[in-house]
């Protein structure tokens, strides 16, 4: 059984973060093991509170993790502050190297609640971004990565190379925040640009996208399937799980990670 490594933050409705990225794994067929960077109060109307857990604690629980099981991809989503990410940053360097790692920039909760401030964005960029085998993007998080909102194709690739600038090959710009009647991913790889597409889907749904689809992704490297296939199939499954969401909740409910 292949292993993932997952460092992000719990969320207490389940739709999202930690738990979300379990239950991906285990519909992949993947052994997840986590690494808690936060607890946060929320439901799927939104984030109403949050604790960080000491990044000391998640050093230790990611050693704990690729010193006995191992790992054969790692992924990233809620990080916090930047001595987390910075110790992220470092701890990964010293104990997964060759380990691919997907990086998923969690900047804002779907309910729009910042997750990540100023200062452990620009530790990102510098530290994080070019340890990763993909970044993982919405269109919001592209913009504050690279001060480009690449909502054209123009703007795409001058958004891609500022990314290449930053030391990071392979990006996947989610486009789950545009307003077209199409759903249009984009993975900028070897400096070619390969679009996903998917018609629109009309519902409130959604919470957990971004965490559910950089986790399929993971699981397919740890899998040991190409970056575009990984892709292709997490996109397809994500899309799945929105058409058949159970349609829990008051708000931005949760997917069906069992499509």
Same mark, same amino acid.
């Given at each position: ?10 969320? +207490? +409705?389940?739709?999202?973060?930690? &738990?979300?990225?379990?239950? %991906?794994?285990?519909?992949?067929? @993947?052994?997840? &093991?986590?690494? $808690? ?6 439901? %799927?109307?939104?984030?109403? !509170?949050?604790? $960080? @857990? ?6 230790? &629980? ?13 992924? %990233? ?10 110790? =992220? ?16 920039? =969690?900047?804002?909760?779907? !309910?729009? +609640? ?40 123009? *703007? ?10 930053? !030391?990071?090959?392979? =990006? ?11 759903? *249009?991913?984009?993975?900028?790889? !070897?400096? %070619?640009? @390969?679009?996903?597409?998917?018609? *629109? ?29 990984? =892709? ?17 909740? &008051? ?9």
């Amino acid at each position: 059984m292949k292993r993932l490594l997952v460092i992000a933050g719990s969320d +207490s +409705s389940g739709g999202a973060g930690i &738990q979300a990225d379990i239950k %991906t794994a285990q519909a992949f067929g @993947v052994y997840a &093991q986590t690494a $808690i960077t936060a607890v946060t109060v929320q439901n %799927t109307l939104g984030v109403t !509170g949050a604790h $960080i @857990v000491p990044p000391a604690i998640v050093r230790d &629980q990611i050693i704990a993790c690729l010193s006995d099981i191992g790992a054969d991809a790692i992924k %990233t989503g809620m990080l916090g502050s930047a001595e987390m990410v910075d110790m =992220v940053a470092e701890t990964l360097a010293e104990h997964a190297p060759g380990i691919p790692l997907v990086v998923d920039p =969690v900047m804002v909760a779907k !309910g729009g +609640s910042p997750l990540l401030d100023e200062a452990a964005v620009a530790v990102l960029k510098k530290k994080l971004l070019p340890m990763a085998a993909l970044v993982t993007p919405n269109l919001p998080e592209a913009e504050v990565l690279t001060g480009i909102y690449p909502a054209s194709e123009h *703007r795409l690739r001058n958004a891609a190379m500022v990314f290449k600038m930053l !030391g990071v090959d392979h =990006v996947l710009f989610k486009g789950g925040h545009g307003d077209s009647d199409v759903a *249009r991913d984009v993975l900028w790889s !070897g400096g %070619t640009f @390969v679009p996903f597409e998917a018609p *629109r889907q009309n519902t409130p749904h959604t919470h957990g996208t971004g965490c559910t689809l950089a986790t399929a992704i993971a699981c397919g490297l740890a899998q040991g399937r190409s970056l575009l296939d990984s =892709v292709s199939r997490a996109h397809m499954f994500v899309q799945n799980a929105i058409r058949t969401a159970p349609g829990l909740g &008051q708000g931005h409910g949760p997917l069906n990670h069992k499509a």
